[in-house]
């Protein structure tokens, strides 16, 4: 809890490592800063909860996506986070229909999020980068945006989005 004299209407809330703080106005009396409290802290959840879905509501969303934009493919059999990608945004296994995502990915904006499961959801009927390939990606209108986006967090990390690419078109 930090309070502020130059802060006059505006609550806020945010992390701070494994913390939460919550800046209110001075002049708030404790029983309204309570009531901020909670009240900040259910928005912050819900925040959290839509930027770093669960592995059932990834699944969820990769089947909504297929119905969408990839009608030829039924949906991955799985699809879960992973912390063990440290060059890739996504991976494919084509041939069981799992696909995993980069704990990185997780607080990234959804359309971004859902680029790569586009990305990787495509590779269940183009297992290579082909042209066909990358005419199913682009069915998806943010396509372009959000590897833009990740070339930009690529560049950033001093990753090669090409690089990032090659080594999944290997282990797809």
């Not at 680029?115 to 990787?120: A, K, N, P, T, W």
């Not at 082909?130 to 590897?147: G, I, K, M, S």
Request: net charge positive.
């Amino acid at each position: 809890m930090r309070r502020s004299a130059r802060r006059r209407r505006t609550v806020s809330a945010y992390r701070e490592g494994d913390r939460v703080v919550v800046m209110v106005p001075a002049r708030m009396t404790r029983a309204e800063e309570r009531r901020w409290v909670d009240v900040m802290l259910d928005r912050l959840a819900a925040q959290e909860r839509r930027r770093r879905p669960s592995d059932a509501e990834l699944l969820t969303r990769a089947q909504t996506l297929c119905q969408r934009y990839l009608g030829e493919v039924s949906g991955p059999a799985s699809v879960r986070w992973v912390s063990n990608q440290g060059m890739r945004w996504g991976s494919c296994t084509p041939s069981d229909g799992t696909v995993r995502l980069s704990s990185r990915l997780q607080g990234m904006p959804v359309w971004v999020v859902d680029y790569v499961l586009i990305h990787e959801l495509a590779h269940l009927v183009e297992p290579g980068h082909t042209p066909r390939f990358w005419e199913l990606v682009r069915r998806y209108p943010q396509a372009d945006r959000a590897r833009g986006y990740l070339e930009g967090v690529s560049a950033a990390a001093q990753l090669s989005l090409a690089e990032c690419e090659n080594e999944n078109e290997n282990k797809s």
